[in-house]
């Protein structure tokens, strides 16, 4: 096991109506705030009104910048630092997924900074100060809402870039299921999809003598693999939403990983697509993973058949163990079919001509990954395999 820090900071308050908290923990950090949103679905599920009701009983007055996209753009970015300039706000209240939670991010990092926020993200500066950030989340996926990690889209060049900095970890977070409840079974299947491959992306290390971190990690992924099909077929049963959700924040809080050195190669590969391309990031990683595994698993064959007979109870071959690696990457394969998602490129309608300049896109700052260190030639290699 590798030394490690384990700091994360951000106050959870789970659980059902927890939303009508917001003005309460808003008002600590606060009393002129931005309240951020997306494309309007907070509006017709009537959350909306709870928030804005909460805020305006805690004496909170806001600025709304609503219409934040998935996978969110630098633009929009850009128009809330100067709106928090101009009204000199002092918080950023997200109500909405990973793509809200990230725009407010960036612009909670760009509000003090003299020059452009990309600079953040293109490594020409670092982090050294942002405005706090409060959480209302409505969909178990990115895991954002206690992350240190903000992604974020540049129009052009459709450059999807990241940025990580414990400034950036929200201060609270309100995790209500019931909030969930609304959510498309597409988009509720491709949260699935990123939890997992939150989780596998720590998985699968090559530090040894890690067990309680792999342990966590089979039961975090066992608790999804089992509510996920039942959260599809009942949207409304609030066991299978709170699992699902605490198990989202659970897989991207950075427990999971401690003392190992963390993967993330699957990431940076599908990033490119959902830049490119503005599919969901988790039905990216749901063609991504799967091809990731069988270009690497030769690497430890003994993990990834551990992999296969602790969290996919496939039955252990002493003699092969290589087939029973490739039956837990088949099994994964299958699941991820099951919930409705798409498992090659071109089931996600990615076609062939791109994937040279995203090869050469995910690498331009070196090789990606750890497990296995992914040149251009792999991640090309990895794109073909997804096809
Ligand atoms: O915009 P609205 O109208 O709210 O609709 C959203 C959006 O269309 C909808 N939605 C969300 N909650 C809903 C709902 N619809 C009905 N009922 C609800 N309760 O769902 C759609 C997707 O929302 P989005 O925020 O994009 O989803 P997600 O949470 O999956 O976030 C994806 C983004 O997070 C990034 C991804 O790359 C992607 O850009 N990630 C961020 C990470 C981080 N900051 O730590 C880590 C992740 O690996 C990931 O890269
Ligand atoms: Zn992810």
Same mark, same amino acid.
């Given at each position: ?138 969909? %178990? ?71 309680? %971190? ?71 990683? %749901? ?101």
């Amino acid at each position: 096991m590798e030394n490690f820090v384990y700091h994360n900071p951000t106050k959870i308050i789970f659980g059902k109506g927890t939303e009508t908290l917001v003005g309460v923990e808003t008002k600590a950090y606060a009393d002129r705030v931005l309240l951020h949103y997306g494309g309007g679905s907070i509006k017709k599920t009537g959350l909306y009104d709870r928030v804005v009701a909460s805020l305006k009983a805690a004496g909170v007055d806001f600025i709304e910048l609503p219409g934040v996209q998935p996978n969110p753009r630098l633009s929009l970015i850009q128009e809330g630092i100067e709106l928090c300039r101009k009204h000199q706000l002092q918080f950023i209240l997200a109500v909405g997924g990973g793509s809200v939670i990230d725009s407010a991010k960036a612009i909670a990092a760009g509000v003090p900074y003299a020059g452009d926020v990309w600079d953040f993200f293109a490594r020409k500066a670092e982090i050294k100060a942002a405005l706090p950030v409060g959480v209302v989340l409505t969909i %178990a996926a990115a895991g954002s809402e206690t992350s240190p990690a903000s992604v974020v889209t540049k129009e052009e060049g459709a450059l999807k870039r990241d940025i990580g900095s414990d400034l950036l970890r929200p201060k609270f977070a309100i995790l209500n299921p019931e909030l969930t409840y609304t959510l498309p079974p597409y988009q509720t299947a491709c949260g699935v999809a990123d939890i997992m491959a939150h989780i596998m992306e720590r998985y699968f290390s090559r530090t040894p003598d890690t067990d309680l %971190a792999d342990r966590l990690c089979e039961a975090t992924l066992r608790t999804v693999i089992k509510y996920a099909p039942i959260a599809l077929q009942n949207p409304t049963d609030y066991t299978a939403r709170a699992e699902i959700m605490w198990a989202g924040t659970v897989a991207h809080s950075d427990l999971l990983g401690r003392g190992k050195v963390e993967d993330w190669g699957s990431h940076m590969i599908e990033h490119e697509i959902s830049g490119i391309y503005d599919v969901p990031h988790g039905a990216g990683l %749901a063609v991504i993973f799967p091809a990731w595994m069988q270009y690497v698993y030769q690497t430890d064959v003994n993990r990834f058949a551990r992999f296969a007979v602790r969290v996919w109870a496939v039955e252990m071959d002493f003699a092969h163990p290589e087939k029973t690696a490739l039956a837990g990457i088949e099994r994964l394969k299958t699941f991820f079919r099951s919930l409705g998602l798409p498992v090659t490129l071109t089931e996600l309608k990615v076609g062939t001509d791109r994937l040279e300049e995203m090869a050469a896109k995910c690498t331009a700052r070196g090789p990606v990954g750890n497990f296995v260190k992914l040149d251009k030639e792999d991640v090309l290699a990895i794109y073909q395999l997804a096809q």
